[in-house]
């Protein structure tokens, strides 16, 4: 499956954006979605996930209570940043994989990803 994240921007701290991914074809009941993020200089780091049969979701410590990942359709899969803060700029990513897991190695289908930069 290819996946494209788009809706990246730049926010003042506090703010909120929504992140889409839209999936090259009908995601699979199977399928886990997550969304991971990489800073300048830093590894892609996890930050939350979805398995798409069930709905179940897990997120990152670092933005527990401020993100929200959700199903939009068939084939895309969104992430509501809220009370954004300067520490989460990066580019955003979306992967697919099977494995309920945070590791970036269990993914695929990444895409070009979107910036995400909050101002202070």
């Known amino acids: 499956v290819q996946l494209q994240a788009f809706g990246g921007g730049l926010v003042q701290a506090g703010g909120s954006l929504r992140l889409s991914c839209a999936a090259s074809?009908?995601?699979?009941?199977?399928?886990?979605m997550a969304w991971f993020r990489q800073a300048p200089g830093k590894e892609r780091e996890f930050v939350s996930r979805?398995?798409?049969?069930?709905?179940?979701t897990e997120s990152a410590d670092s933005v527990k209570g401020r993100f929200t990942i959700s199903k939009d359709s068939a084939n895309t899969v969104s992430l509501q940043m809220n009370s954004l803060k300067p520490e989460d700029t990066a580019v955003y990513y979306c992967?697919?994989?099977?494995?309920?897991?945070?590791?970036?190695?269990?993914?695929?289908?990444w895409g070009q990803g979107t910036q995400v930069t909050v101002s202070s």
């Open positions: 992967g697919a994989g099977t494995q309920w897991s945070g590791d970036r190695r269990d993914y695929n289908g």
């Open positions: 074809r009908r995601i699979y009941s199977s399928t886990v």
């Open positions: 979805i398995r798409w049969s069930t709905g179940r």
